[in-house]
C-alpha cells in the first residue's frame, strides 16, 4: 500500500484553506473594478467587510472539520489499543487514512497478532482458571451447607472466605463478610480475647468464646493455617447456648440487608455485583404495564458466575400487548402458571441479598421494582442497594462512543449477545459489559464504588433523573 505521509495530508489541507476562497476574492475584486464600486468608498467598504467576515466564516469552518478528522482517527487509535491491552485482546484497528496514522495503528495490530501467537499457553491458563472455579464452587457449595460457621482470615485481618452460617451467626444485617477486617465483624468488647487467641494460638488451635449476632454465646476455634507462613487462620464458629441453627441460614426472604456505607470506599472489582434485566408488558413505568420476566446474573471478583443466575417469567395479572410479546417473545400462555411478583420480587431481594445491582438503563426496570416493592411494604430495591447503570458508565469510559445502547457497547467490547431482547440474554450481556467497563475505569482514576456513583450521577439525563437515585 502506497502511504500518503501525514505532512502532505497538512499540505494540501493548508492549499485547500487558501486557494478557493483566494481565487473568489480574485474574482469578486475583477467584478467589482468592472462595475467601478471603486468609485464609492462606501459600497467598498461595505463590501470588503462582508467579504472580510465570510473569509473567516469559511476558515474557522475548514479548520475545525481538518482538526475534528485527525483528532476523531487519533481517539479511535487509543480507544482500540485500550481494548486490545486490556478487556478485548481480539480486537484489532480498522483505520483507512492513507498516511502514518494508518501505519501507526497497522502496527498496533501486528503487535496484537504477534501477542495471540501464544494459544498454548492461553489455553492452560484458561484451562487452569476453570479447574480453579470448578473447585471453588464445589468448596463453596459444601461450605454452604453446612451449619457450622466457617471463616478463612488471611495475614492483614481481612476475611477471604466465609460461608452463610458465619454471617448469620456474627452479622446477619450487615453486608458480605468478604473482605471487611476481623475487628470489624466481632463485638468490640470481643475482640480483645479473640486477638489474644489469635496470638496466642502459635501451630495449635484455640477455644474462646464471644456474643452472636443473636445474643446467644459462640463458641469460637481459632486453627493457624501454619503452612501459608502469612499468619493466615481458620476461624470454626458454632453456637454454644442455642439449638443448632436452622439449616439455611439467610434472612427472611422479604428483607434485604442495607448496603454498609463502607463498602463504597472498597474497589469495584472486589465487590459482589448482580447485573439484572426485565421485560414488561409495555413501557409506561407509571401506568398498567408491569414485568413479565426478570433476570439476573452475579458477578463476583471481576468473573460473571453464569451457573449462578436468578432466571423467572412473571405473571403480570393481565394481557400481554402482541407488540411487546413480539419484541421479547414472552406470551400470555408461556406466564399463565407463573408466579407474580409477590412471589418473585421477594426471591429476587434474596439473591440479591448484599450485592451492588447493575444493568444497561436500569432505572427502567428499578422503577417497575421498587412501586411493586412499595406495594408488598418492601423497602424500594434502590434504597437497600447502590445502583449502577453501565449505559453511564460507558460514558464516564469514552464520552464520544457513537451508539452507546447494549448492542453497540457489547459489539464494540467484543461481545456476543445470545438472546437478546430475553431478560436473561440481555443480563449475561450486561454482565460482561460491566466487566470490561470496571477494568477500563479504573484506568481513569475511578476505582472504588463511591467513585463510580458520584462520577456517574451527574450523567443522568433529566428523563430518568426523575426516578429512583443511588
Not at 53 to 73: C, D, K, N, Q, R
Not at 220 to 226: D, I
Request: proline share 5%.
Amino acid at each position: 500500500m502506497r502511504v500518503t505521509s501525514l505532512s502532505r495530508r497538512i499540505v494540501q489541507g493548508v492549499l485547500l484553506l487558501f486557494l478557493p476562497p483566494t481565487a473568489v476574492a480574485a474574482g469578486v475584486l475583477v467584478l467589482l473594478y468592472a462595475l467601478r464600486v471603486h468609485e464609492h468608498p462606501a459600497a467598498l467598504l461595505v463590501t470588503l467587510l462582508l467579504g472580510g467576515v465570510a473569509m473567516i466564516l469559511y476558515l474557522g469552518f475548514m479548520i475545525h472539520g481538518m482538526a475534528e478528522s485527525l483528532v476523531a482517527t487519533l481517539r479511535e487509535i487509543r480507544f482500540g489499543a485500550e481494548l486490545i491491552a486490556t478487556v478485548d485482546p481480539t480486537h484489532r484497528l480498522a483505520v483507512q487514512t492513507g498516511d502514518e496514522l494508518e501505519s501507526l495503528a497497522d502496527a498496533i495490530n501486528r503487535m496484537a497478532d504477534r501477542l495471540a501467537e501464544v494459544p498454548a499457553l492461553a489455553a492452560d491458563v484458561a484451562c487452569a482458571v476453570r479447574d480453579l472455579e470448578s473447585e471453588r464452587d464445589k468448596l463453596e457449595a459444601v461450605l454452604g451447607a453446612v451449619s457450622t460457621g466457617i471463616l478463612v482470615v488471611a495475614g492483614d485481618g481481612r476475611v477471604s472466605l466465609a460461608n452463610p452460617a458465619a454471617h448469620y451467626l456474627l452479622d446477619r444485617r450487615g453486608p458480605s463478610l468478604l473482605g471487611r477486617n476481623l475487628g470489624e465483624v466481632v463485638r468490640e468488647a470481643d475482640w480483645p480475647r479473640l486477638r489474644d487467641a489469635l496470638r496466642e494460638a502459635g501451630g495449635v488451635p484455640r477455644l474462646t468464646t464471644m456474643e452472636g449476632a443473636s445474643g446467644g454465646a459462640v463458641q469460637a476455634v481459632v486453627t493457624p493455617l501454619a503452612p501459608t507462613g502469612d499468619h493466615a487462620f481458620v476461624l470454626t464458629l458454632h453456637e454454644v447456648s442455642q439449638p443448632a441453627i436452622h439449616s439455611d441460614p439467610v434472612c427472611d426472604m422479604g428483607s434485604a440487608h442495607r448496603s454498609d456505607p463502607r463498602d463504597r470506599d472498597r474497589r469495584l472489582a472486589e465487590l459482589d455485583c448482580v447485573v439484572l434485566d426485565g421485560e414488561t408488558t409495555g413501557f409506561d413505568r407509571d401506568g398498567q404495564d408491569r414485568i413479565v420476566s426478570l433476570a439476573a446474573v452475579r458477578v463476583r471478583r471481576g468473573v460473571v458466575r453464569r451457573q449462578e443466575v436468578f432466571d423467572t417469567l412473571v405473571n403480570p395479572g393481565r394481557a400481554i400487548p402482541p407488540s411487546s410479546a413480539a419484541y421479547h417473545g414472552v406470551t400470555d400462555e408461556m406466564v399463565a402458571k407463573a408466579p407474580h411478583l409477590d412471589v418473585v420480587l421477594p426471591a429476587f431481594l434474596r439473591f440479591a441479598d448484599g450485592a451492588v445491582l447493575a444493568g444497561h438503563e436500569v432505572w427502567f426496570d428499578l422503577h417497575f421494582l421498587s412501586r411493586e416493592s412499595r406495594r408488598l411494604g418492601l423497602a424500594p430495591v434502590d434504597t437497600t442497594h447502590p445502583v449502577l447503570d453501565t449505559a453511564l458508565l460507558a460514558k464516564l469510559v469514552e464520552p464520544h462512543l457513537a451508539d452507546q445502547g447494549l448492542d453497540g457497547l457489547a459489539h464494540r467490547l467484543g461481545i456476543s449477545i445470545e438472546n437478546r431482547h430475553s431478560a436473561l440474554g440481555d443480563a449475561l450481556a450486561t454482565a460482561e459489559v460491566y466487566v470490561r467497563l470496571v477494568a477500563l475505569l479504573a484506568s481513569r482514576g475511578v476505582v472504588t464504588l463511591r467513585q463510580a456513583l458520584e462520577a456517574s450521577a451527574g450523567l443522568r439525563p433529566a428523563k430518568i433523573s426523575e426516578g429512583p437515585t443511588p
